[in-house]
């Protein structure tokens, strides 16, 4: 008697079989990899340096400044003051960045702009108390405007609000509420989520992140002065990125430098400060 294989219905039903196995495998491998994305957002997002990293003791002056946020949070932050300071600058730092690393930078800004500099630690970074957030960093933002203003005895609209990378979405959102002498704007990008999809193109990320900085959305409501650097060599925010940034300021005042050749850590070559210092009018050091 000759030996018959299974009905076509059963092969069908068992490839059927297999075929639903591994979707649920599929969804639930990439379901786990959201949920440890999701743990580890705060992390990735808020990458905190030692807090003992860096030099506490550098040779320029500063004063240690400590205030509060609005929810109380303790925070402490370097003022950098100049001799003779034509503008005042609130510096708002990369999230790999704390006051120490960040200074020695701004020392060279107080220099190359005649001002004197305010540089402070976003919560949970450098000697500020708690953990960081998205609203927390912002309200963070807000107490250090506050607190420049009343130091220098200028205007929110008086202070130029100066941010690299992360830091630069905190200043436009400063931008957008209060407005600003000029809004300066290094290597930055138009939402948190964007260069996070740009990373993992595979995941949900804007479904799933908590932490947003729709900077693109924000920057609408900031008409004043705009200067926006980018490197062409970006690999952790795209140069296009920073790009569409720009192109979304109403603006009728701005500027785009771009850096050739320069990573997203890469030091500003000389011919960006002769671009920042004339579009602020700056005529000699």
Known sequence: MEKQGPPQGAKKSAWQR???????????????????????????????????????????????????????????GWYLPHEDPQRSI???????????????????????????????????????????????????AEAALMWLCQRTKRHPVEIIL??????????????????????????????????????????????VMRNQYPSVDKIKHYTGPLFQSHGTDDIVVPYLNGRQLYDASPSPLKEFATLSDCGHNDPNPEAYWQKLRAFLRIDTL
């Open 18 to 76: 297999r075929w639903r196995n591994f979707l649920w495998f599929a969804v639930g491998m990439l379901g786990g990899i959201v949920f440890v994305f999701a743990l580890l957002e705060t992390s990735i997002v808020y990458p905190v340096p030692n807090a003992t990293s860096g030099n506490w003791n550098p040779q320029f002056r500063r004063d240690d400044v400590y205030f509060r946020s609005a929810d109380g949070t303790s925070l402490h």
């Open 90 to 140: 609130l510096f708002l730092h990369g999230n790999g960045e704390h006051v120490p690393t960040a200074a020695e930078s701004m020392a060279i800004v107080s220099r190359q702009l005649q001002a004197d500099v305010f540089v402070f630690d976003y919560r949970g970074y450098g000697r500020s108390e708690g953990r960081p957030t998205e609203s927390g960093v912002l309200a963070d």
């Open 162 to 207: 100066y941010g690299r990378s992360l830091g630069g979405a905190v200043a436009v959102h400063l931008a957008a509420e209060h407005g600003a002498s000029h809004l300066v704007l290094e290597r930055t990008f138009t939402r948190l989520t964007d260069v996070a999809a740009y990373h993992f193109p595979w995941l949900p990320v804007r479904l």
